[in-house]
């Protein structure tokens, strides 16, 4: 799939878990240079044996269309996110629930903004418990998973 095509995929996603119940986002952020941050959440992933498919450069995408749309305003110095899966928790949730498939791939996102040079963000969007027992299972293992990805990449 198309990084482009991902990100639309990504970006309705959120507009659809939105209009149907929010889902929350979780960050943390750390004073440090943002190709720092970014070998040290990378590294936190293959750590796990996860395997990054996407890498959306969402700066430089907002940079390169924001004339297109008028707009003048640098959004984040970076910014970008990388996309996964894991065989086992995907499995997991799907088998517990096949509407668990919105839940992948995981994505966790970082950004530097302008106003905060050196400073770092981190983070992802929570998957809701929702559904039987194993689905809410699952789904907080998940959520778990993600948030020591991010903690470790911004320790």
Known sequence: MR???????????AASASAGGAQEV???????????????LTSA???????????????KMLD???PDVGS?????THAEYFSFCSAKYSRR?????????????FVIFMYEAPDAPGRTTVG???????GNEASR???????????????????
């Open 124 to 130: 992802y969007r929570r998957p809701t418990p929702q």
């Open 26 to 40: 979780r960050i943390y952020a750390k004073a440090a240079p943002y190709e720092d941050v970014k070998l040290d």
């Open 137 to 155: 299972q699952v789904l907080t293992e998940i959520d778990a998973l993600l948030d020591g990805i991010v903690k470790e990449a911004v320790q």
């Open 45 to 59: 992933i293959a750590s796990r044996g996860l395997v990054v498919d996407a890498n959306g450069q969402v700066g």
């Open 72 to 76: 003048t305003r640098q959004v984040y």
């Open 93 to 105: 949730m799907m088998e517990a629930d096949p509407v668990n498939i919105g839940f992948c791939p």
């Open 3 to 13: 990084t482009s095509t991902f990100a639309a995929a990504v970006l309705a996603l």
């Open 64 to 66: 390169r269309t924001g």
